[in-house]
């Protein structure tokens, strides 16, 4: 009779880690989305280069970069705003919205080519509107991810997996925009348009933002992810039977309890490590985003075994460079999980990815062989870092205990750290369209300073973790 009664309250916890796998999963393909959305410019840069004004002709290469700082400085600027708004207002209103919204920036682009557009002032525009829209994703599906799993043991490894999405989404993106370039570049833009808007009216219906919302207990929550199943089990069980017998008023009042009040934006500058893993991202964003906004054109125009590719063998070859970004993310976050030390885990990604920039501009054109294994191999050490920050830096600085583990501060914190990193992603691309005129050697070695600039901010916090390592260990 024990057993039988003890059975019911077994099902909990499946229903919670369904709601987890559900979130993950919605949040994972939604910020793919996002970013399918952002590759088309790239894709399509050698085109408008070669034949469509204002973009081609000797500035074309420096208006194609402005079209790109149009985009990320509006995103930079807005996602500080968007955090803030997205500790208050209903995550999966916020989200779909955000989506959709950007489904119709993206749209307006690729209507220019039907319409024959070739005002700059269009794209700008429409650049600038696509980035202020698109910087509510991150924050959103960040926090949505933090309420789920912002108490589980193996963060990093997590983490490292769902981030994933941004190098799925840029190679998803590449191989739409590449498939669809030869029937026109507009094409390239509404394809993912239709992606990303079609996928908002699924978070909108779908998408379970926090716990609460269906209706399971926090502490239960985070017993539950930190592995003990048996005594998660009972835990659920009596939570249950107490919220059952509870009055209305006692409900509300602990309810209040479980959410805190959101943090402010300065406050958030202050937390402990939130000011050097943003300037190393800053940095650190900028090398990223080069890659993703410049890699195709690079690839067009530096011929690989004496050999130039087409536009769409340059456009679908560029998704190396974020497959290995996809390992590269998922090593870095299980890699910290394992020494627990995220600072040093970054910097040495960042350290080893300074060779292998060098080895891949050297010998990447030699052969197709030597161009994908070195593209794989920089997309690997780049992305690592970037993906481990963004992700599980960033939920460990919103969550830690000099807010009292107040899960309402970590999109304020996601945004500050990836707000500040949108300004270097944006700075990256628009110098690269400057200094491309003047040979690529030139873009690498800014490169090459960018993330010994982002290396530089973590130093003393690796320094710290190595000598609390090394102190417990004694």
């Known amino acids: 009779m024990e057993e039988a009664s003890a059975a019911p309250p077994r099902a909990a916890p499946r229903g919670l880690r369904r709601h987890q796998y559900a979130a993950l999963a919605l949040t994972y393909a939604s910020y793919a989305a996002f970013h399918a959305s952002r590759k088309p410019p790239s894709i399509v840069k050698?085109?408008?280069?070669?034949?469509?004004?204002?973009?081609?002709?000797p500035r074309g290469p420096h208006r194609l970069g402005e079209l790109d700082v149009a985009f990320l400085s509006a995103y930079a600027a807005a996602m500080f705003a968007a955090g803030h708004l997205a500790d208050r207002a209903d995550?999966?209103?916020?989200?779909?919205?955000?989506?959709?919204?950007?489904?119709?920036?993206?749209?307006?682009?690729?209507?220019?080519?039907?319409?024959?557009?070739?005002?700059?002032?269009?794209?700008?525009?429409?650049?600038?509107?696509?980035?202020?829209?698109?910087?509510?994703?991150?924050?959103?599906?960040?926090?949505?991810?933090?309420?789920?799993?912002?108490?589980?043991?193996?963060?990093?490894?997590?983490?490292?997996?769902?981030?994933?999405?941004?190098?799925?989404?840029?190679?998803?993106?590449?191989?739409?925009?590449?498939?669809?370039?030869?029937?026109?570049?507009?094409?390239?833009?509404?394809?993912?348009?239709?992606?990303?808007?079609?996928?908002?009216?699924?978070?909108?219906?779908?998408?379970?933002?926090?716990?609460?919302?269906?209706?399971?207990?926090?502490?239960?929550?985070?017993?539950?992810?930190?592995?003990?199943?048996?005594?998660?089990?009972?835990?659920?069980?009596?939570?249950?039977?107490?919220?059952?017998g509870n009055e209305d008023d006692e409900l509300e009042l602990e309810m209040g309890s479980q959410l805190p009040r959101a943090i402010g934006f300065l406050e958030a500058w202050r937390l402990p490590g939130v000011a050097p893993y943003a300037f190393c991202l800053f940095f650190s964003k900028l090398v990223a985003y080069t890659f993703l906004y410049w890699l195709p054109f690079y690839i067009r125009n530096n011929a690989v075994a004496g050999q130039f590719l087409s536009h769409k063998a340059s456009g679908i070859l560029s998704v190396v460079f974020d497959v290995g970004g996809v390992l590269g993310g998922i090593s870095a976050g299980f890699l910290s999980d394992a020494i627990g030390a995220r600072a040093v885990t970054s910097v040495l990604f960042l350290f080893l990815s300074i060779p292998a920039l060098i080895v891949y501009r050297t010998y990447g054109s030699i052969s197709m062989h030597h161009n994908i294994g070195l593209m794989f191999l920089s997309g690997y050490f780049?992305?690592?870092?970037?993906?481990?920050?963004?992700?599980?830096?960033?939920?460990?600085?919103?969550?830690?205990?000099?807010?009292?583990?107040?899960?309402?501060?970590?999109?304020?914190?996601?945004?500050?750290?990836?707000?500040?990193?949108?300004?270097?992603?944006?700075?990256?691309?628009?110098?690269?369209?400057?200094?491309?005129?003047?040979?690529?050697?030139?873009?690498?070695?800014?490169?090459?300073?960018?993330?010994?600039?982002?290396?530089?901010?973590l130093v003393r916090l690796a320094k710290d973790e190595i000598v609390s390592k090394l102190g417990t260990r004694q």
């Open 91 to 244: 995550l999966r209103r916020l989200l779909a919205a955000a989506m959709l919204a950007s489904g119709a920036a993206s749209a307006a682009l690729g209507a220019a080519y039907f319409l024959g557009v070739h005002g700059l002032a269009f794209f700008l525009a429409a650049q600038v509107a696509s980035g202020v829209v698109q910087s509510a994703g991150w924050p959103c599906v960040v926090a949505v991810v933090g309420n789920w799993f912002g108490h589980a043991s193996r963060r990093g490894t997590i983490m490292g997996v769902w981030n994933s999405h941004t190098s799925v989404g840029n190679i998803a993106g590449s191989v739409l925009a590449a498939a669809v370039l030869e029937f026109g570049w507009g094409w390239s833009f509404l394809v993912p348009a239709f992606v990303i808007a079609a996928l908002g009216v699924v978070v909108l219906v779908f998408l379970v933002a926090h716990p609460s919302d269906a209706g399971l207990e926090l502490e239960a929550m985070e017993v539950e992810m930190n592995g003990d199943g048996g005594e998660e089990v009972e835990l659920l069980g009596e939570d249950k039977k107490e919220v059952e």
């Open 46 to 57: 050698a085109v408008l280069s070669a034949g469509w004004a204002p973009f081609s002709g």
């Open 382 to 457: 780049v992305n690592g870092p970037y993906a481990l920050i963004t992700t599980a830096v960033a939920t460990d600085l919103g969550t830690q205990e000099a807010i009292k583990g107040n899960s309402r501060a970590l999109a304020t914190v996601s945004a500050i750290i990836d707000g500040t990193g949108s300004v270097g992603a944006a700075l990256g691309p628009l110098l690269t369209g400057y200094i491309s005129t003047r040979g690529w050697n030139s873009v690498f070695f800014m490169l090459i300073i960018s993330i010994s600039l982002a290396i530089v901010f």
